[in-house]
């Protein structure tokens, strides 16, 4: 299997999730280095959440089912320090 196979193999455990609140999530591409550039797609692209979901959810997948992996972004992803950013809340 490719790497690139690997990788989606690993964001199919996810998609089902994502897909029930209206999103999904694509990969854009994968560098020299072994950095997995992704894209939120639908709602998951607009979700107040998104930053939670793409940490501990398809950042974690992807580097458990496949080491190699360096790096994990989404390139359509608020950054978390953005003055834009929502978080979800503590409570």
């Known amino acids: 299997m490719t790497l690139k196979e690997r990788v989606e193999q690993a964001l199919d455990t ?9 999103g999904n999530v694509s990969v854009e591409e994968i560098t020299a280095d072994n950095v997995v550039r992704l894209k939120l797609l639908g709602a998951c692209a ?6 939670m979901t793409f940490k501990a959810g398809l950042e974690q997948a992807i580097k458990k089912a496949v080491p190699e992996i360096t790096a994990v972004e ?5 950054d978390p320090d ?3 950013a929502t978080m979800p809340s503590a409570n």
């Open 14 to 22: 996810l998609r089902p999730y994502l897909e029930t609140d209206g």
């Open 46 to 51: 607009s979700c107040s959440m998104s930053i």
């Open 74 to 78: 989404a390139i359509n992803l608020t």
């Open 82 to 84: 953005s003055p834009d």
